[in-house]
């Protein structure tokens, strides 16, 4: 399996721009063959600890039966039209792919 997180960071923080991102990724993202697990919300803001990172306002959370899903996934229509939609509202995007059992 491989697991797909990504990590966005708004240029608008404000609540409204944070929710339309949420269901952005709601509307486009899951549904793909071969996903396993999708999720999408936001930062635990008062979970402070040393080690827990805060400067994201969406996860998004997904996890593939297979490498081959992952790099269909990557080029599928709706995929590329959530990036179309919304690449102009993201300050940061940071991806973590990797294998998991």
């Not at 990504?6 to 339309?20: E, G």
């Not at 899951?30 to 040393?50: N, Q």
Request: with cysteine; proline share 6%.
């Amino acid at each position: 399996m491989l697991a797909h997180m990504v990590y966005f960071t708004l240029k608008d923080r404000s609540p409204a721009a944070v929710q339309k991102m949420v269901e952005a990724c709601q509307t486009y993202l899951p549904g793909h063959p071969g996903i396993l697990f999708f999720a999408a919300g936001t930062v635990v803001p008062d979970l402070t600890r040393p080690v827990n990172q805060t400067d994201f306002d969406v996860a998004l959370q997904m996890v593939f039966d297979s490498r081959e899903a992952h790099d269909a996934y990557q080029q599928a229509p709706r995929h590329l039209q959530f990036i179309a939609e919304n690449k102009a509202s993201w300050d940061r995007v940071r991806v973590f792919d990797s294998y998991v059992s």
